[in-house]
């Protein structure tokens, strides 16, 4: 057995070949000889049979040596699909993850940035912006929400009479 199923295709090819080219030379001297020898008619009609019989056994080796590499083919191609499939599953986790990580990093910047502002504003230092995009968008974000918190906050007012003695 050809472990190459291309061979095995290829043999089956050149076999199918043959055997149409023998009864093709066959046919044409049965006529000749059909004509001059009748007797050698019907041993050749004989032979034609068997050459005949032997192209459908060819025939069914080309299509079985077609058929099973292409349903390989198919199989291996469905088991790669499961395994993408399989891979996109993976990660859609990951992301999932990474998400969360990402979630809980901004919200210990956010943090951060609460406990360190006051120390900042103190020493007088301005802020350095964000080089991502992302980020300066989250930046905009918390100075928006600053001033809306000072907007919101009455100015304490310090007591400028002195208390009345009694």
């Given at each position: 057995m050809v472990d190459n199923p291309i061979e095995?295709?290829?043999?089956?090819?050149?076999?199918?070949?043959?055997?149409?080219?023998?009864?093709?030379?066959t046919v044409t001297s049965a006529a000749v000889?059909?004509?001059?020898?009748?007797?050698?008619?019907?041993?050749?009609?004989?032979?034609?049979?068997?050459?005949?019989?032997?192209?459908?056994?060819?025939?069914?080796?080309?299509?079985?040596?077609?058929?099973?590499?292409?349903?390989?083919?198919?199989?291996?191609?469905?088991?790669?699909?499961?395994?993408?499939?399989?891979?996109?599953?993976?990660?859609?986790?990951?992301?999932?993850?990474?998400?969360?990580?990402?979630?809980?990093?901004?919200?210990?910047?956010?943090?951060?940035?609460?406990v360190t502002a006051p120390i900042f504003t103190?020493?007088?230092?301005?802020?350095?912006?964000?080089?991502?995009?992302?980020?300066?968008?989250?930046?905009?974000?918390?100075?928006?929400?600053?001033?809306?918190?000072?907007?919101?906050?009455?100015?304490?007012?310090?007591?400028?009479?002195?208390?009345?003695?009694?």
């Amino acid at each position: 057995m050809v472990d190459n199923p291309i061979e095995l295709l290829i043999r089956s090819q050149q076999v199918a070949v043959k055997l149409a080219a023998d009864t093709l030379r066959t046919v044409t001297s049965a006529a000749v000889t059909g004509v001059t020898q009748p007797d050698e008619l019907v041993r050749q009609v004989g032979d034609l049979a068997g050459a005949v019989a032997s192209m459908a056994g060819a025939i069914t080796g080309i299509a079985g040596a077609t058929a099973q590499p292409l349903q390989d083919f198919i199989v291996r191609q469905r088991e790669l699909a499961d395994t993408v499939a399989t891979l996109a599953d993976a990660q859609a986790d990951l992301a999932a993850v990474v998400a969360k990580l990402a979630e809980r990093h901004a919200e210990a910047v956010t943090a951060l940035e609460n406990v360190t502002a006051p120390i900042f504003t103190l020493v007088g230092t301005d802020p350095t912006p964000p080089k991502t995009r992302a980020a300066r968008v989250r930046q905009s974000e918390v100075a928006t929400a600053a001033k809306k918190v000072s907007a919101a906050k009455p100015p304490s007012k310090a007591r400028t009479s002195k208390p009345k003695a009694t």
